[in-house]
């Protein structure tokens, strides 16, 4: 039976489990795929010691630094998002790295007919959370502006990504008289309940999307841009999904059918499991 496991830090609260297990029994596989809780100081060693029996992983926070470090092997879009959430091993043992972030908000965009080339997508936030998307974003010919509390750190990714696609940096004030088709939330805020308070007239023109989500109810920014007048919004459980289906992909050779598996999880979520 092929196994694989979710690392992060903490993890009890992770889909990815019940995700896999969906696209497993969808697809007929045996296969087992467990959370597991990495350790901070022993996260490489207890990872290398999975990886004699295992065929791959997802990482998640704080470690998809640390994976794509371990690994030797790497797909373009891993190399460029400099993070890793998905290694597989290779049938000489290698491990191989990928990032499946950003076309799974590709692909999760592109099922609510949000992803039309050449439209115009503000970015909030210039973290790993943006690195790990641009690559996919910008092939699928968006035109980015990123806005960050840093800027410093906006103009980096920018330059960085500046031969793949149209990119650019916005401060405060430019933002203020422009309008953007796309609005994603990338920043790490939510996690304190806060949000970046985008100008409502930005919002209420645009389509909202959020790369987090919340069981229950809606994200932090999401409850702001609703209340500004944003009338379509999404959180980030469709991208989660999105990811692991791509992971899975990756793994097994099938990429499973996401709708079905993302009605369940949010029936799942809606019922409280
Ligand atoms: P992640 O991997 O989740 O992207 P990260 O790399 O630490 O985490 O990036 C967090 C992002 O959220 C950054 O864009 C950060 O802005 P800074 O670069 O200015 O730190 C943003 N962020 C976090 N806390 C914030 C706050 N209180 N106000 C505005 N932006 C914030």
């Known amino acids: ?156 990714l920018a330059e960085k990504f500046a031969n793949y696609g149209q990119i650019q940096t916005a401060c405060w004030e430019e933002l203020v008289n422009q309008s953007f088709d796309v609005i994603i939330n990338a920043t790490s805020l939510g996690l304190q309940g806060k949000y970046v308070p985008v100008p409502a007239s930005l919002l209420a023109s645009s389509v909202v999307y959020d790369m987090q989500y919340a069981p229950h109810q809606d994200t932090p920014f999401l409850r702001y841009a609703k209340s500004q007048g944003a009338k379509h919004c999404s959180d980030g459980l469709g991208m989660l999904v999105n990811q692991a289906a791509f992971a899975f992909e990756l793994w097994e050779g099938v990429l499973p059918d996401v709708a079905p598996v993302l009605a369940q999880l949010q029936t799942e979520m809606e019922a409280g499991s």
């Not at 100081?41 to 010691?49: G, S, Y």
């Open 1 to 156: 039976m092929n196994q694989y496991a979710v690392w992060g830090n903490p993890i009890a609260q992770s889909k990815s489990p019940r995700i896999h297990q969906l696209f497993a029994e969808q697809t007929g596989r045996n296969l087992q795929y467990i959370a597991k809780l990495g350790d901070e100081t022993n996260f490489e060693a207890e990872l290398a010691a999975f990886f004699t029996q295992a065929k791959g992983a997802n990482i998640t926070a704080p470690f998809k630094n640390r994976a794509f470090a371990i690994a030797t092997q790497y797909s373009e879009r891993c190399l460029l998002a400099e993070a890793c959430n998905t290694l597989k091993k290779l049938a000489d043992g290698q491990l191989y790295a990928d990032n499946t972030d950003g076309v799974g908000l590709c692909a999760d965009l592109a099922r609510l007919g949000w992803l039309k080339p050449n439209q115009k997508m503000l970015i909030l936030g210039a973290g790993g959370a943006t690195q790990g998307v641009l690559f996919p974003l910008l092939q699928a010919k968006q035109q980015i502006t990123l806005y960050n509390r840093t800027p410093e750190k906006a103009v980096i």
